[in-house]
């Protein structure tokens, strides 16, 4: 467990890491946030969501002023007006192959998260 004097030497974004998040939305913002100062702490990227103490995603979102669960997806649902605006998982799958079908390392990796197999 994180204190507030460890959250605040450990886990305060500075000025660049704010002017980098600017103009984000509110998920990016936290999300872009968290990868950043997890790395710096851990030399790393989390592997997944578990990796960040609920504690430490409550301070860099006070930072942003952003909510701490704007990240999951039932708390974003509400802001969409009409779901049929957007195109689907397949669709998307395809305009990338399409504009990025090269890139076997990618879609190697791509390819195993869809089929249930592990991303690594």
């Keep these: 467990m994180w204190s507030a004097e460890e959250l605040g030497e450990h886990w305060t974004l500075g000025a660049e890491d704010l002017a980098l998040l600017s103009g ?4 990016g913002k936290l999300g872009l ?4 100062a997890y790395w710096r702490q851990k030399g ?4 997944e969501e578990a990796d960040l103490a609920p504690a430490v995603v409550g ?5 942003l002023g952003v909510q701490a669960d704007v990240l999951e997806c039932a ?3 509400p802001g969409i007006q009409n779901f049929a605006t957007f195109e689907t998982h397949e669709t998307f799958v395809t305009r990338l192959r399409a504009k ?3 890139k076997s390392g990618f879609w190697g ?4 998260a869809s089929e249930g197999g592990s991303r690594r």
């Excluded at 790393?44 to 592997?47: H, L």
């Excluded at 990796?109 to 195993?112: C, D, L, M, P």
């Design 24 to 27: 984000l939305p509110d998920a």
């Design 44 to 47: 790393r990227f989390p592997d």
């Design 75 to 77: 708390s974003l649902a």
């Design 109 to 112: 990796q791509v390819t195993g």
């Design 59 to 63: 301070h860099l979102a006070a930072q």
């Design 33 to 36: 946030a968290a990868q950043l």
């Design 100 to 102: 990025h079908g090269r």
